[in-house]
């Protein structure tokens, strides 16, 4: 079943100084199925952020349709759930309660949602934390906190936009296999916005590589590899470095790239 379908999307935006036209999105189709974990990756600047923000339904898309469980996308909903690169976190609220604040709006009775809150914290390997507040977690813990907060929600699309391009190597590992592992257990639909090749390819199903703006889809690369996948030994398959390999000659192959392919960083 699809949760997510993305049908010849296009975005111009007017530049506030110059009031130049630019066109970040040229002509993008998708789909994701439900259950299903689909990366997107391509050159800085190609408009992944800005197809995550009209999915999300908080940027309006000069052209296409985007439909989430068959229904077409007009503004922000809960339907949809965004973990932000930023943590995005109310600070004075303890865990539980921003990891119950979703389930809060919908009236789900207090009971029932701290219920619900506690078992996604668990999940995500805060359990114990419930009454702290997110100053006194740190940067890594509070992105767990953000995708509690999502996943109690029990969205139908997850929408995740770098979450972790802000976080040391070290945690970064961790919370890609815990990810990973909340994803295998619990098969939510996840939109993953990365610029991670080997990220990419550890948490997908499949990988949507974009080219250069105004961007197209250059291909979507399936990810066959077996689950439950661990860092260590997802990434020594033979398959593995294949799959990387192929999306590092997407992003930087091709005579009319100009532009670095991929950031530095
Ligand atoms: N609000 C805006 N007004 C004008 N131009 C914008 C706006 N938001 C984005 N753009 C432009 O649209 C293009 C795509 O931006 P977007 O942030 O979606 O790219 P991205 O692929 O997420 O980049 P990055 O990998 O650096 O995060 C860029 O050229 C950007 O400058
Ligand atoms: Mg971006």
């Not at 770098?162 to 639909?189: G, H, M, N, Y």
Request: charge should be negative.
């Amino acid at each position: 079943m699809t949760a997510l379908e993305i049908s010849g999307l296009s975005k111009d935006y007017v530049d506030a100084y110059t009031g130049e036209e630019i066109t970040a999105i040229g002509d993008v189709s998708f789909t994701v199925d439900r259950g299903e974990f689909v990366s997107i990756l391509g050159p800085s600047g190609c408009g992944k952020t800005t197809v995550l923000n009209i999915i999300a339904g908080f940027v309006k898309q000069t052209g296409g349709t985007v439909k989430v469980g068959g229904r077409v996308v007009d503004g922000p909903g809960p339907d949809r759930g965004v973990v932000f690169q930023s943590h995005a976190l109310f600070p004075w609220k303890t865990v539980l309660g921003n990891a119950a604040f979703g389930l809060r709006m919908k009236r789900v009775p207090p009971k029932q949602r701290e219920a619900t809150a506690r078992e996604y914290l668990e999940l995500v390997g805060l359990a114990g934390f419930e009454h702290k507040y997110p100053h006194e977690l740190s940067g890594g813990m509070q992105q767990r906190l953000g995708v509690a907060r999502v996943l109690a929600n029990e969205p139908d699309v997850m929408l995740m936009d770098e979450p972790f391009a802000s976080i040391d190597a070290q945690t970064r590992r961790k919370l890609q296999e815990d990810l990973t592992r909340v994803f295998e257990l619990r098969r939510p639909t996840v939109f993953f916005v990365t610029h991670d090749i080997d990220e990419a390819v550890f948490l997908s199903d499949r990988v949507i590589v974009l080219s250069t703006r105004p961007s197209i889809v250059r291909e979507i690369v399936t990810v066959d590899l077996p689950r439950p996948r661990t860092w260590r030994e997802t990434t020594q398959l033979p398959e593995f470095r294949h799959l990387s390999n192929r999306i590092t000659e997407l992003l930087t192959g091709g005579a009319e790239d100009v532009h670095p392919a991929i950031d530095p960083d």
